[in-house]
């Protein structure tokens, strides 16, 4: 089992930038990956970006590639989510997920395992 927790979303006013967190716990030398998700209100969980657990290879969706970046940090088990010149349509609940079956991609079904997740408010 993998654990993980997300913190580092808040209010911010657009133009400004946040970082997520998002720390796993348990069995984290069995993840192939982590995908970072997003969830607006009436729409549906969008892919943000991906990270393979092991090379740290990342991707980022289109809608946001040169604004988020994805780090990890190896030694405590942290990915975090860099998301600059933040928009009002960021607004959404963001969310993380590991798979310790499949390497990580922009498919939500990839993922067996979930945070709780982290609003996101980017006010205009």
């Known amino acids: 089992q993998v654990q993980l927790v997300e913190s580092g979303g808040g209010l911010v006013q657009a133009g400004g930038s946040l970082t997520l967190s998002c720390a796993a716990s348990g069995r984290t030398f069995s993840i192939f990956g982590v995908g970072w998700f997003r969830q607006a209100p009436g729409k549906e969980r969008e892919a943000v970006g991906t990270?393979?657990?092991?090379?740290?290879?990342?991707s980022t969706a289109d809608s946001v590639y040169d604004r988020f970046t994805i780090s990890k940090d190896d030694a405590n088990d942290v990915v975090y989510l860099h998301m600059n010149t933040l928009k009002p349509e960021d607004t959404a609940v963001y969310y993380c997920?590991?798979?310790?079956?499949?390497?990580?991609?922009?498919?939500?079904?990839?993922?067996?395992?979930w945070g709780q997740g982290t609003q996101v408010t980017v006010s205009s």
């Open positions: 990270i393979d657990w092991v090379g740290r290879q990342t």
């Open positions: 997920a590991a798979s310790d079956r499949n390497p990580a991609d922009f498919s939500a079904r990839t993922y067996e395992y």
